[in-house]
């Protein structure tokens, strides 16, 4: 097993630029959770999905901020524009059905100049 | 969500046994501990997570109090490796969704 798989695992961009994360989780997992950390603020929940579907998006900080599941094994994280204050590592995880357990990609690091 | 209180730091020697503290006394009948850990530049990893009693597994241990307002994680011999931020998290139970809402941590340093 892969694990989680996220793409890139480090995007430098300049602000106003449009970023796009992404994440294929674990096959046959039906939640879907991304995350951001940072020094000042550590480890927030952004946004999840169950199966394919947005659950709480009450994480995501503002309009500039999008996430789709097209279908179980994509998800993206789209900046449009991207600010400076977005730089952060961006996580993805997963979990199956009835599981307790969150499994989390490596991240990807992103720095906006 | 209930919250979790965890020292900031806490130091270990190698080959000794850790107890990582946490308190959660505002935590309801269905929430589920969970600990996960963060090595350096790595995402957070699974350790072990429990309901009412105490669970052991490969990586660690888990003590819930009797009136589960307070939980120990032991690591029974720590190593180098296992240097990282733990996080001590509550999830609700009653909802498939599994969301965690992650504190500060305590930073464990594993000296040699």
């Known amino acids: 097993d892969a694990g989680v798989i996220q793409s890139p695992r480090h995007e430098v961009t300049e602000m106003g630029q449009e970023v796009t994360l992404r994440c294929k989780p674990i096959s046959g997992h039906n939640s879907l959770f991304w995350y951001r950390q940072t020094m000042m603020r550590g480890l927030e929940l952004l946004i999840y999905f169950n199966n394919n579907v947005p659950i709480d998006d009450s994480g995501m900080p503002e309009d500039r901020f999008s996430a789709k599941m097209p279908n179980a094994s994509f998800s993206t994280l789209k900046i449009q524009p991207s600010e400076p204050r977005d730089s952060a590592v961006y996580f993805c995880?997963?979990?199956?059905?009835?599981?307790?357990?969150?499994?989390f990609g490596p991240g990807t690091r992103l720095l906006v100049l | 969500d209930a919250k979790t209180t965890q020292p900031n730091s806490m130091e270990s020697n190698e080959e000794e046994p850790v107890h990582l503290p946490c308190n959660h006394s505002?935590?309801?009948?269905?929430?589920?501990i969970h600990w996960y850990r963060q090595l350096p530049s790595q995402g957070p990893e699974y350790v072990i997570h429990g309901l009412t009693s105490n669970v052991n597994n490969r990586m660690a241990s888990l003590a819930i109090a009797e009136d589960r307002k307070s939980s120990t994680l032991i690591l029974h011999r720590a190593t180098l490796r296992d240097a990282a931020v733990y996080y001590c998290i509550l999830r609700r139970g009653g909802t498939s969704y599994g969301k965690l809402t992650f504190g500060q941590g305590t930073i464990l340093t594993v000296h040699p």
């Open positions: 995880a997963s979990r199956g059905q009835a599981q307790e357990t969150q499994y």
């Open positions: 505002t935590i309801s009948g269905t929430d589920y």
